[in-house]
């Protein structure tokens, strides 16, 4: 059975940190372009994007290599991205796009 946690606490106690770092050792046992980090908003992901080179910078400075280089752009994603990235790779326009002209016209 997969191992589930809910991790909850103050503001400012670790509980960003710990996830990211979960995420972070996972994406390296596994192939990086098949782990996303999915948030509610876009200001969340720039906000684990700068974590995560915080941290990137702080290892290359200790001597120890990146893994990550180039994936922060694909790795971190919001809802309604991942949902377009789908579209996309099946070819399917998204439909809110005709919706939204329907409505306007």
């Known amino acids: 059975m997969q191992e589930r946690f809910l991790v909850s606490g103050k503001a400012g106690s670790g509980k960003t940190h710990l996830v990211l770092q979960k995420f972070l050792q996972f994406a390296k046992k596994h192939r990086e372009d098949n ?3 999915i948030l509610p908003t876009y200001s969340q992901v720039e906000h684990l994007r700068d974590l995560t080179l915080k941290q990137v910078q702080g290892s290359k400075s200790k001597g120890q290599g990146s893994k990550f280089n180039g994936y922060l752009d694909t790795g971190f994603v919001t809802f309604s ?8 790779r099946a070819n399917i326009p998204p439909t809110r796009w005709n919706l939204w002209t329907i409505l306007v016209s």
């Open 35 to 37: 782990v996303i980090f």
């Open 81 to 88: 991205r991942l949902a377009n990235k789908i579209l996309d």
